[in-house]
């Protein structure tokens, strides 16, 4: 199970899928180094990630983001909406620009 995020007010205008049950160690590659970063929850329009690196606020990142098989990958953009320390971790939330089709957020998922 994921470490409790401290929730502020909710923005979201879609529902976003936990990951911890279905997918508990999906790992995203994140930034210019693509680090690695777990997967917290998905939607189409956003993703929430716990990163073991800061990041800045409003930045636009490159993300891969990995089938559940690992035989198919997919390049996103997320523009970062916040960021916060979690003790040594950052949790950090954004939305993609070009939201996941529900195709490939199916793939993702299989």
């Known amino acids: 199970m994921y470490p409790p995020i ?11 899928q936990d990951c911890s049950v279905v997918l508990p160690q999906w790992t995203a590659l994140v930034g210019d180094r693509l680090q690695g970063a777990l997967v917290r929850d998905i939607s189409p329009a956003g993703i929430g990630l716990l990163l073991e690196f800061e990041v800045d606020l409003r930045k636009r990142l490159r993300i891969e983001l ?18 916060r320390p979690q003790g040594d971790i950052w949790f950090v939330g954004g939305a993609f620009p ?13």
């Open 6 to 16: 401290r929730t502020i007010s909710e923005r979201r205008l879609l529902a976003r």
């Open 98 to 110: 070009a939201p996941l089709s529900d195709e490939q957020l199916h793939t993702l998922f299989s």
């Open 66 to 83: 990995p089938s559940k098989t690992g035989s198919l990958w997919h390049l996103k953009v997320l523009d970062v909406i916040h960021a």
